[in-house]
């Protein structure tokens, strides 16, 4: 649903046929997964339990939905078919919100809740709860006999957390806000039982990119308290090149385990990344960077520079190849920097703008060849293409300063902003 789509009234999805991007039914909705937050702050939605075939109910995220529409839900693509698990933080929209009796904060009256609203968020990919359907009347009137009104999801009470809970469930509410640079710093700093605790609490998404930001000691402990499929899962969502750094500090035995049970896909990225050594460009690419094919156009290219998930330095370029355009690609032509994208009609082929007099890096390209690249040529990344021509990654600055920096960096200069709590008060 676009920003800006009518909302949808959950009820109207209960049993609604999920498509893949290929017209393919994947199941059927059976429940709305949502995270309650802090004093009036409406919910926010995490994803949506399908039931696929055997009756397994499965979880998707909100981040792989493309449509919602009262009539039928359109997923991105691949769907993860592990066994849906609910978390501590988590609620059932269907199952645990509806029929509930609340406060209307105006008058002081219990209402019982009919249904509830989602909405995507303007220019976003988050989703919210933010209105609520109640009915006036004692609990187990019939309906008919109350009348009916829909509020904002502020204009009620008896569904959010308590302000000074002490659970980890109000402790990941409150920290919602910060960055995950800043939450990797209060978790650092949380006991082994309480980060544990907070660990368990944060959904997939949310708890890969902490991960990213912790030191590698509090990544290994973490993800050994994870059961194995959820620390798969993780992995999953992780950048591959943090998953295969992060990979690569586990036993021989328990490496395998995991990538044994990560989607073939994503295991298969993660592999080929360690198959290099970690201080050469093939051992600091992402596999993930933009490929685009010769006939795209600039267009093209900055619709995929806006998506929200790009880091900085991914987004500040993109790379024209031959087919296949996802790495190991075909022929790697050139790079085609965000500012010449921006001086550039809409309609222009990204071919003809492309710069191919900048040679790219070897896979086995040391750190301070890659370092010498980037500053040297004012670049935020860096191609890594083979003997054989074909693009593998991109190096970006990020992941070299992570391996030019103190191995304590994180722990010794690494500070919060003012007014952060660091999580041991």
Request: charged share 30%; hydrophobic share 40%.
């Amino acid at each position: 649903m676009a920003a800006g789509a009518p909302r949808v009234f959950v009820s109207h999805l209960s049993g609604v046929a999920v498509f893949d991007p290929n017209g393919d039914q994947v199941g059927r909705v059976r429940d709305l997964v949502a995270m309650l937050r802090v004093g009036r702050r409406p919910p926010r939605l995490l994803g949506i339990v399908v039931e696929v075939a055997g009756r397994r109910l499965i979880f998707l995220p909100m981040t792989r939905v493309s449509g919602v529409e009262s009539g039928q839900v359109i997923t991105t693509g691949v769907v993860n078919l592990r066994r849906f698990e609910q978390r501590p933080t988590e609620r059932l929209v269907l199952g645990e919100l509806l029929d509930r009796r609340v406060t209307l904060v105006e008058t002081g009256e219990q209402v019982t809740v009919l249904d509830v609203a989602i909405q995507q968020l303007p220019a976003r990919r988050d989703w919210e709860i933010d209105k609520v359907f109640v009915r006036r009347g004692k609990a187990g009137a019939l309906r008919r006999k109350g009348e009916t009104l829909t509020v904002e999801w502020s204009a009620v009470t008896g569904f959010s957390l308590e302000e000074h809970g002490q659970g980890a469930e109000n402790l990941v509410a409150t920290f919602e806000q910060l960055r995950p640079a800043d939450l990797a710093n209060v978790m650092h700093h949380l006991s082994p039982k309480r980060r544990a605790e907070v660990a368990a609490a944060l959904d997939d998404d949310r708890l890969a990119d902490v991960l990213e930001e912790l030191p590698d000691d509090d990544q290994v402990e973490i993800l050994g308290k994870l059961k194995d499929e959820r620390a798969a899962d993780v992995l999953e969502a992780m950048d591959p090149d943090d998953a295969a750094d992060l990979l690569s500090e586990l036993p021989e035995e328990d490496k395998e385990r995991l990538l044994t049970l990560m989607q073939p896909d994503d295991a298969a990225d993660v592999r080929r990344l360690l198959s290099y050594e970690e201080r050469t460009a093939g051992g600091l690419m992402t596999t993930e960077p933009i490929v685009l094919r010769p006939d795209a156009t600039v267009a093209d290219a900055l619709a995929r520079v806006r998506q929200q998930d790009l880091s900085p330095a991914l987004a500040a370029q993109v790379y024209v190849c031959r087919p296949p355009d996802e790495t190991p690609t075909g022929k790697y032509l050139g790079t085609v920097h965000f500012q010449r994208l921006l001086r550039e009609p809409p309609f222009a082929l990204v071919s003809s703008v492309v710069d191919s007099d900048l040679k790219p890096l070897p896979p086995d390209a040391s750190l301070p060849s890659v370092t010498s690249f980037l500053a040297a040529y004012n670049m935020v990344a860096a191609p890594v293409v083979d003997a054989s021509g074909s693009l593998l990654g991109a190096v970006t600055v990020d992941d070299v300063l992570d391996h030019l920096l103190p191995e304590d960096w994180r722990e010794t200069e690494f500070h919060g902003p003012e007014g952060v709590p660091d999580g041991r008060h």
